[in-house]
T-cell receptor, first 111, second 114 residues
């Protein structure tokens, strides 16, 4: 079956540091890939997505590239801010099946 | 962008009573909606998939008689927690899928059973 693996957190960075959160997946067919963010006490928000190989999703300074050869969709940001502190979920959707989420990675950014 | 609204955001109910949570897609039609439960500091657990006009499909281990799901229209799905008990206290999140296969989430509903 489909699955998503994320690096385990928590990840703690200083403000303006470079962020990478690794995500790899296993899926049949050609899934769409997503990153969702959950701020404290809130629901999930779509951060970015990519629907085919080599697509790059980007939003709010975050980027992720759909790499079919390595089955990865790593999330990156060049300079994190305190306001980026949240839990980040990698997810996939394939062939009309329901979503499969990774376990989430908690990011804490210190001033 | 597409918006999914959940109501209520917070609810406290007495043990043994039932509580209903609504999930609405505000600017798109969603033939499929999903209900998740999230325990503190854990990932989302899919409870059931709700298809408009048909019975919901429940995940293994989820009691369908306890968590009643109704998807009466293309923009509304409801989750009713029947005979709630303290162990049902949790954060419940719905999501809806648009025609481009993108999932949008509601804000979530905190349920506390006392």
């Amino acid at each position: 079956g489909n699955s998503v693996t994320q690096m385990e957190g928590p990840v703690t960075l200083s403000e303006e540091a470079f962020l990478t959160i690794n995500c790899t997946y296993t899926a049949t067919g050609y899934p769409s890939l997503f990153w969702y963010v959950q701020y404290p006490g809130e629901g999930l928000q779509l951060l970015l997505k990519a629907t085919k190989a080599d697509d790059k999703g980007s939003n709010k300074g975050f980027e992720a590239t759909y790499r079919k050869e390595t089955t990865s969709f790593h999330l990156e940001k060049g300079s994190v801010q305190v306001s980026d502190s949240a839990v980040y979920f990698c997810a996939l959707s394939s062939g009309g099946q329901n979503f499969v989420f990774g376990p989430g990675t908690r990011l804490s950014v210190l001033p | 962008g597409a918006v999914v609204s959940q109501h209520p955001s917070w609810v406290i109910c007495k043990s043994g009573t039932s509580v209903k949570i609504e999930c609405r897609s505000l600017d798109f039609q969603a033939t499929t909606m999903f209900w998740y439960r999230q325990f503190p500091k854990q990932s989302l657990m899919l409870m059931a998939t709700s298809n408009e006009g048909s019975k919901a499909t429940y995940e293994q281990g989820v009691e369908k008689d306890k968590f009643l799901i109704n998807h009466a229209s293309l923009t509304l799905s409801t989750l009713t927690v029947t005979s709630a008990h303290p162990e049902d206290s949790s954060f419940y999140i719905c999501s809806a899928r648009d025609h481009q296969d993108t999932i949008y989430f509601g804000e979530g509903s905190w349920l506390t059973v006392v």
